[in-house]
Nanobody, 123 residues
Framework: VQLQASGGGLVQAGGSLRLSCAAS????????MAWFRQAPGKEREFVAR????????SYADSVKGRFTISRDNAKNTVFLQMDSLKPEDTAVYYC?????????????????WGQGTQVTVSS
């Protein structure tokens, strides 16, 4: 199983970025996908989650209304559209995959992780 995250970068506050996570070597459509992030000196935290079919999504309160998670099962890819970015969104962003239908905000429920992509938002 491989997850390859990309799309991070440096952006000014108020700007946008779109992260992608390409999956290979597993049945992508049978996995819940999520994004987590980790800022320096902080615990890894949940950002967003999408169900296997893509029909259900959930978000951390801190990003609700600004971030959108989506997936393309035909292309084995999950996306995170990030708008109205704030300096506090600065972190390394990780995609994660879980075979558990009810996998939610707990990192330990996710079996596979991408390598992370750095997002830096300047004020």
């Amino acid at each position: 199983v491989q997850l390859q995250a990309s799309g991070g970068g440096l952006v000014q506050a108020g700007g946008s970025l779109r992260l992608s996570c390409a999956a290979s070597d597993f049945f992508f459509s049978r996995y819940v996908m999520a994004w987590f992030r980790q800022a320096p000196g902080k615990e890894r935290e949940f950002v967003a989650r999408i169900s296997m079919s893509g029909g259900s999504t959930s978000y951390a309160d801190s990003v609700k209304g600004r971030f959108t998670i989506s997936r393309d099962n035909a292309k084995n890819t999950v996306f995170l559209q990030m708008d109205s970015l704030k300096p506090e969104d600065t972190a390394v962003y990780y995609c994660a995959a879980s075979p558990r239908i009810l996998a939610d905000v707990v990192p330990q429920l996710y079996d596979y992780w991408g390598q992370g992509t750095q997002v830096t938002v300047s004020s």
